[in-house]
């Protein structure tokens, strides 16, 4: 249009409320990401184990079935119990799921726009630094809820429904351990990917890096624990520091000596560490040497 005809008018419409702007990042981001089939079939592939259980639970709740088994003198009538190692298995299974999908998640959200200098168009307008890094971690938190504690959460209501709201009442704790340990779990993973991504600005690199970091992290503490008898090296192994979290959670025995208030320390150590990575990459500015 051209600036004499005078004709022009600004945008009168309604706007986004300021406290989600952050959000419109993460409504195109899991977009872009679901276009992906690789993506599509490994999110879905994470729901096999839990729907497997769903079908076990109604299972070990029907009577006519077990008794087709003689399972009738195990467990109370039960073909299995449902107590902390239940959900222990189902976490762990699926905290493996999730890393997984985040290899291929994360290092594709903020590497776009330092290759293409996009941070200074988004960081012109009335988005900060903490929005953005808000915006883009939502797409894991997201991604990865729905194949952690939703159903984790949904799987402890079916046997509450199933047993009784008693049950439910008395082993309450696991319903917590789903939500803590997960969301530990999902933040370590947003934080740490987010930040590869940010240093890496190949795709491909960052993924195998991220790989990289949490293989290697547990081949040094395994290493360090059989030269020196140290259990030292398995506070830089996330995996092992959250697995000795949800055993806490879930209460059941650790496979660590590990305290669990020291794990809680060096997960949120790393937590900052990530965020302090992120500080120094996402700025409205670059500097070309």
Not at 27 to 44: A, D, G, N
């Amino acid at each position: 249009m051209a600036v004499h005809k005078r004709n022009y008018a600004a945008y009168s419409g309604p706007t986004t409320p300021r406290w989600s702007r952050f959000l419109i990042l993460t409504r195109y981001s899991v977009r872009s990401i679901f276009q992906s089939k690789i993506i599509t079939v490994l999110f879905l592939l994470s729901y096999a184990f839990p729907l497997f259980l769903v079908a076990a639970l109604y299972f070990n709740h029907n009577a006519y079935l077990l008794s087709l088994l003689r399972m009738n003198q195990l467990n109370h009538g039960r073909l299995m119990t449902i107590d902390g190692k239940f959900f222990m298995g189902l976490m762990g299974f699926q905290a493996s799921a999730a890393f997984l999908l985040t290899t291929f998640v994360g290092p594709g959200l903020v590497s776009p726009d330092l290759v293409n200098n996009a941070l200074p168009l988004y960081f012109s307008r009335q988005l900060s630094r903490t929005e953005y890094v808000l915006g883009r971690g939502s797409v894991i938190f997201l991604i990865l809820s729905a194949i952690t504690w939703i159903p984790g959460v949904i799987l402890f209501f079916i046997e509450t429904n199933l047993e009784g709201w008693s049950w439910g009442w008395d082993h309450i704790q696991y319903l917590n351990g789903i939500l803590v340990g997960s969301l530990l779990w999902i933040a370590i993973l947003a934080l740490l990917s987010l930040s590869v991504s940010a240093w890496v600005r190949w795709k491909v690199v960052a993924g195998g890096l991220l790989l990289g970091v949490m293989f290697a992290t547990s081949a040094f503490a395994a290493a360090i624990h059989g030269v020196l008898n140290s259990n030292a090296g398995f506070y830089l192994d996330p995996a092992a520091l959250i697995a000795v979290i949800f055993a806490n959670l879930f209460d059941i025995p650790k496979n660590s000596d590990i305290p669990t208030l020291n794990a809680c320390v060096a997960m949120l150590a790393m937590c900052a560490f990530c965020v302090w990575l992120l500080s120094r990459k996402i700025r409205a500015f670059q500097v070309v040497r």
